[in-house]
């Protein structure tokens, strides 16, 4: 798929140590809209999610079943769950805390949810009302019994870079959840800037102490615009799955300084001008933020979609 762009021609220069082709795992629908202040009805979910599938996304985080009254935005996952339409070949993961979060994604047919975790106790309080050692026992018996129907488990670790409540966080304390989170069983682990704050020398130093890429994804909040950066950094040194929001909603209500997260179109404009495939139709997903915009009631922050629409 080619890239509109009037006035500008869209040549591919490729840079060295970069992937052939890039995952592009969306999490608008569920990291965007748990923190908009709109009630965004069930119907517009259920088309959001329909239009990301048409723009050739394959992966598509749904919604949570975390508790309602904890967001209240997500409240109507399992009328989504049943409303939207599933398109072929394409994955529709949801976000669970814990065993009660894991009978409702199961009673909707979910075959893969996301269990998230925090690096640092005064988030793991906040977000999950636990300390940063419980919630391990809250998370093991979601992932054992998951793994027992089938289902694939990523895990999410926040707060990777900083906190801000407890400052830089520990890149060895980062390993240690990290790799706790990832010996339950789960195959993927997605690597939090919940705020923002990360740059890409220490982006680069956090994968390294992991050892390598395997099993690894980044998830970048563009708070302090470093996301794209960033998101550089990770691919040089091995990672291709990246984790983006259409137009870049985005946030976290357990952490006032979470703004959007890194947008797809940003990403997706960086990744076809370095020849790194996607999949995407950028155009589509211009067209999809637009639309997006329109019914959240305020205009999209990504840059890409700024210029383009
Ligand atoms: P808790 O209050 O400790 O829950 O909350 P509990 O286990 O004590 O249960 C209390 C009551 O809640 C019980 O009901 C449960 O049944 C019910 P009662 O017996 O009293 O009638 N309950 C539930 N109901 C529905 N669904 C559930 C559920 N769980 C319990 N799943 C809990 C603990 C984990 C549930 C709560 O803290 C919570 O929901 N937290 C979620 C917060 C959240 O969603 N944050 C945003 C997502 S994380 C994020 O955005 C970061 C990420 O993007 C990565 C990054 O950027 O770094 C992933
Ligand atoms: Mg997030």
Known sequence: M????????REPYRMEGLPERVTVYEVGPRDGLQNESA??????????????????????????????KWVPQLA???????SMERAPGVRYPVLVPNERGLDRALEHGVTEIAIFGSATETFAAKNL????????EMFAPVVSRA???GLKVRAYVSMCFGDPWEGPTPVAQVVEVGRRLLDLGCYELSLGDTIGVGTPGHVTALIEAFGGP??????????????????????????TVVDASTGGIGGCPYAESATGNLATEDLVWM???????????????????????????????????????
């Open 2 to 9: 080619e890239d509109r762009v009037e006035g500008v021609t």
């Open 39 to 68: 009630v965004v009805p069930v119907e517009v979910k259920a088309e959001f999610v329909a239009r990301l599938a048409a723009a050739g996304h394959r992966v598509i985080e749904a919604t949570s079943f975390v508790h309602p």
């Open 76 to 82: 109507d996952a399992a009328e989504l769950l049943t």
């Open 129 to 136: 009302n636990r300390t940063l050692d419980s919630q391990f």
């Open 147 to 149: 793994l027992e129907h």
């Open 214 to 239: 395997e099993k690894l994804a980044v998830h970048f909040h563009d708070t302090y615009g470093q996301a794209l950066a960033n998101t550089l950094a990770a691919l040089r040194a091995g990672v």
């Open 271 to 309: 990744l076809h001008g370095l020849g790194v495939e996607t999949g995407l139709d950028l155009n589509t997903l211009v067209e999809t933020s637009t639309w997006l915009a329109a019914r959240l009631g305020r205009p999209s922050p990504s840059r890409v979609v700024q210029a383009l629409s």
